[in-house]
């Protein structure tokens, strides 16, 4: 094993990224919510079935804010490109405190998909 210097150290040796692309469908329909502020979200389950290195299906929760029309509108089965960022909240109810991992689209493009892309 080599010893490194610590890259906590250096700005130059911090290379912090937080940027994720999924490819998928939708599970479900989304759910759409507008607040008392007027901010609009809808939040998404994506399907995404792998079949290398292993067989795999994960379903991954989406927020997109300010969604356009398209996007509240969609029906399952609908195939969806997401880029994002992952965000872990968290949040307290008559349960206990729980908290939820999840991703905060940047990006969203609906519908047939270019497998080129």
Excluded: C, Y
């Excluded at 399907?47 to 067989?55: E, H, Y």
């Excluded at 089965?77 to 965000?87: E, N, S, Y």
Aim: without cysteine; charged residues 30%; neutral net charge.
């Amino acid at each position: 094993m080599t010893k490194r210097d610590n890259p906590a150290k250096t700005e130059e040796a911090r290379h912090d990224r937080n940027e994720v692309t999924l490819r998928g469908v939708l599970t479900t329909a989304p759910e759409h919510r507008v607040f008392g502020s007027g901010a609009s979200l809808a939040r998404l389950l994506v399907t995404i079935r792998l079949s290398a290195p292993r067989s795999r299906t994960d379903v991954i929760p989406v927020t997109v804010w300010e969604p356009d029309a398209a996007v509240i509108e969609a029906e399952r089965g609908t195939p969806v490109d997401v880029i994002g960022q992952v965000h872990r909240r968290f949040w307290t109810d008559a349960e206990g405190r729980h908290s939820r991992v999840e991703v905060v689209a940047t990006e969203i493009q609906l519908g047939k998909i270019d497998a080129t892309a």
